[in-house]
């Protein structure tokens, strides 16, 4: 199912990461790093909802805007029940839509928020996806001081917050079109091979994406995925090819 839109825009987007994110490849690109991994807080959910709170606050401030400007705010992250979002709103105090899509999660958002401006019930929204690499680590597989030894392919999840303002005003990025993926299972069961478990299902919302714009994949200049990681990225490319006849140049 694909969504199209004609006057929905992101016109502004804030960042802001921990310590290893800031000393990789993208540093020049985030609002805002942290130098350890608390966040001046007691606990690593403490932190998760700081991140939130100051990800916004910098949006808010690039828009030249305050909270009671704000019609909704969707946010996600992957801590049970959503709870640093739902803490972060208390302070924030801008109606909230929390969703947990997992690696999906900001694309998901925007769709929400792109379908509720292009229908013209909300004239703007906040999106936030914030994650805790030492939060996600005890949630999904053992805490970190348990010094669980990694798979060379294991992913390593985001410390940070990102963040985004939509609304029907022009800008240069224009959100046109949205498709919705399917859950795919092939019976990878490995929970540290995330890039496996995705793959497929990123290869089938490709190729219904392009089916239903009438669009081939040299229609587009670059391809972006979530948490399919170098081995995930090898296994989609060699999927789409054998499942749908789709080559990506690169």
Same mark, same amino acid.
């Given at each position: 199912?694909?969504?199209? #839109? ?16 800031? @000393? ?18 007691? %606990?690593?959910?403490?932190? $998760? ?30 801590? @049970? ?33 792109? =379908? ?17 690499? =030492? ?8 805490? !970190? ?9 294991? %992913?390593?999840?985001? %410390? ?22 399917? !859950? ?27 089916? $239903? ?6 229609? #587009? ?16 490319? $060699? ?5 749908? @006849? ?5």
């Amino acid at each position: 199912m694909t969504f199209k #839109y004609s006057n929905v825009y992101i016109n502004e987007t804030s960042t802001v990461v921990g310590p290893y994110e800031y @000393n990789g490849p993208l540093a020049k690109y985030y609002d805002f790093h942290y130098d350890d991994l608390y966040f001046n807080k007691k %606990t690593w959910e403490q932190a $998760e909802i700081k991140s939130i709170i100051d990800c916004v606050s910098i949006l808010l401030k690039k828009i030249n805007k305050s909270s009671n400007d704000i019609d909704l705010h969707i946010g996600s992250d992957l801590l @049970n029940q959503i709870v640093a979002t739902n803490y972060a709103s208390i302070k924030l105090g801008i109606p909230l839509i929390g969703i947990y899509s997992a690696c999906a999660s900001s694309v998901l958002e925007i769709m929400i928020a792109s =379908n509720m401006i292009e229908a013209n019930q909300i004239k703007n929204a906040i999106i936030t996806s914030s994650s805790h690499n =030492n939060g996600a680590e005890k949630q999904f597989r053992n805490p !970190v001081e348990y010094g669980g030894p990694k798979k060379e392919y294991t %992913t390593f999840t985001t %410390t940070g917050c990102a963040s985004c303002y939509l609304s029907s005003d022009k800008s240069k990025i224009r959100v046109e079109s949205a498709t919705l993926g399917t !859950v795919c299972d092939l019976g990878v069961t490995d929970v540290f091979n995330m890039g496996a478990v995705m793959a497929p299902s990123a290869a089938k919302v490709i190729n219904d994406h392009l089916l $239903e714009t009438g669009r081939t994949i040299d229609y #587009y200049d670059l391809v972006l995925t979530g948490d399919l990681g170098e081995v995930g990225k090898k296994i989609l490319k $060699e999927y789409i090819k054998k499942e749908y @006849n789709i080559t990506f140049k690169k």
